[in-house]
């Protein structure tokens, strides 16, 4: 399968900080990534949908101002949490589609971000 | 009513029993079916996945979809203590964009050696 890699896999910052968080498709170019929130025994929530060269789409109730999605690049997209508070602590998940591969998507390893 | 129900677990076996796992969903507009298999503090892993009724099988794995039921199945054969994991099913809409992909809650299983 397609390989999604994910930076860092895990960081703590301190409340008030903000953290970015890489995603890159390594041996395909991809036009749309995706950024997921994963709480414990829930499901994955889309958070948002980042396109190359224009602004993220972002799910219903996602702050758009507070989480920061970049996609300069066919194969990086960013996801920054800005004035991170406790209540952002999660894993959060990136993954892409593979153009000519239809539906299917490959996911980032996690970041698991602790705010203390 | 949610769209994709899946029981969280977990589920435990013994090195060797078949393992059968499941979700229902409600949305009979769902026609892409996926299996993704998620290790503690990783990314899923896609597994399998499925566009059709019927059985897919690829290696101790079989997907099956009953679209008349709403109904989808992972089967592990001879299960080994390396697919202890979180097993999640994902579905989609034909046409939809990936934002569409709907995830079950994902089960947890343990197989003991």
């Known amino acids: 399968g397609a390989v999604v890699s994910q930076h860092p896999s895990r960081v703590i910052c301190k409340s008030g900080t903000s953290v970015k968080i890489e995603c890159r498709s390594l041996d395909f170019q991809a036009t749309t990534m995706f950024w997921y929130r994963q709480f414990p025994k829930k499901s994955l929530m889309l958070m948002a949908t980042s396109n190359e060269g224009s602004k993220a789409t972002y799910e219903q109730g996602v702050e758009k101002d507070k989480f920061l999605i970049n996609h300069a690049s066919l194969t990086l997209s960013t996801l920054t949490v800005t004035s991170a508070h406790p209540e952002d602590s999660s894993f959060y998940i990136c993954?892409?589609?593979?153009?000519?591969?239809?539906?299917?998507?490959?996911f980032g390893q996690g970041t698991r971000l602790t705010v203390v | 009513q949610k769209e994709v129900e899946q029981d969280p677990g977990p589920l435990s076996v013994p090195e060797g029993a078949i393992v059968s796992l499941n979700c229902t969903y409600s949305?009979?507009?769902?026609?892409?079916f996926m299996w993704y298999r998620q290790y503690s503090r990783k990314g899923p892993e896609l597994l399998m996945y499925t566009y059709s009724s019927g059985n897919k099988e690829d290696g101790r794995f079989t997907a099956q979809v009953d679209k008349s039921s709403k109904y989808i199945s992972l089967f592990i054969r001879d299960s080994q203590p390396s697919d202890s994991a979180t097993y999640l099913c994902?579905?989609?809409?034909?046409?939809?964009?990936?934002?569409?992909?709907?995830f079950g809650k994902g089960t947890k299983l343990s197989v003991k050696p």
């Open positions: 994902a579905m989609t809409v034909y046409g939809g964009s990936q934002g569409n992909l709907i």
């Open positions: 993954s892409a589609r593979v153009p000519g591969q239809g539906l299917l998507a490959f």
């Open positions: 949305n009979s507009a769902f026609q892409y």
